[in-house]
């Protein structure tokens, strides 16, 4: 009888060991998958050579929405984004507001200008005509939102830099209006990002973030759309990057920029060129 069980025993193991072993391949395998699949897409950017010869991107974009606020058809923006830890930022929507952070001296600055129709429509948040707002605490909410943004746009646009290269998970299939997508998930830090492949040109047409916020440990989810790509320099980025409303988005590479942008708090008197160096 003790025979009988110890054999039964041993065979319980064995197909346990063998399910776990099978689990670990299955999950192998995919990581494998996912990570070819993204190789393809890296390839169809322009590959990682290409990529990692990026040093600074300035990203300019105007955005028209179709429920306008207030009588804000739309608003337009420039950055200036110098790898791996510094940004530039000039927006005009309900009002200017510019910005100017370098991660990793772990400081930043903001200075906004609100428009009036702003403070008709939202009267509750308090604000300045002008102000400057220094972020210099490495645990402050502001500097960390700002921070993961960074992240964001990195990879939005880029997917890989030389400084930073998200982990590949997993993939699997799914849809967009009924057209059958490969969909990549990596994560960075905190953050886990879906991209949404074309089976045909192997580049992005969607974007799905989720950051998990540390107070509340829920996750937040941020949806991208991304089309009509356009090459420069030799790599592939979208011309089309929105949250559902109509955008238009231009790209300049490895640009000669204006050190001191970064050495002196930004001024509401900048204008979407500031970033230039003076000739």
């Not at 988005?249 to 060129?273: A, H, L």
Request: contains cysteine; hydrophobic residues 35%.
């Amino acid at each position: 009888m003790k025979t009988v069980s110890l054999s039964l025993f041993l065979l319980c193991l064995t197909l346990g060991t063998l399910g776990n072993l099978t689990g670990v391949n299955a999950q192998d395998q995919d990581a494998r998958k996912a990570k070819d699949l993204w190789e393809q897409v890296i390839a169809a950017k322009g590959g990682r050579e290409r990529l990692f010869t990026v040093h600074n991107l300035v990203v300019s974009s105007q955005t028209k929405y179709s429920r306008p606020v207030r009588g804000f058809k739309e608003g337009q923006f420039t950055d200036l984004f110098v790898l791996p830890d510094k940004w530039w930022s000039w927006g005009n929507e309900l009002g200017l507001i510019i910005w100017t952070y370098d991660f990793g001296r772990q400081v930043g600055q903001e200075v906004w200008e609100e428009s009036p129709a702003l403070r008709t429509y939202s009267p509750t948040i308090p604000l300045t005509d002008k102000a400057i707002v220094p972020f210099d605490k490495k645990d402050d909410i502001r500097f960390r939102f700002v921070n993961r943004r960074f992240t964001q746009n990195q990879l939005i646009f880029l997917m890989e830099t030389k400084w930073l290269q998200p982990t590949i998970v997993k993939s699997w299939t799914d849809r967009i209006d009924f057209k059958k997508v490969d969909v990549i998930e990596s994560s960075y830090a905190n953050q886990r990002f879906e991209f949404y492949i074309d089976r045909k040109t192997h580049l992005p047409v969607q974007v799905i973030i989720r950051t998990r916020i540390e107070q509340t440990g829920r996750d937040v989810l941020d949806r991208f759309i991304l089309g009509d790509y356009v090459e420069v320099a030799g790599i592939k980025f979208p011309q089309k990057v929105t949250r559902g409303e109509k955008n238009k988005t231009s790209y300049q590479v490895n640009v000669d920029y204006d050190k001191s942008i970064f050495e002196r708090p930004p001024t509401i008197d900048m204008g979407p060129d500031a970033w230039k160096r003076a000739r």
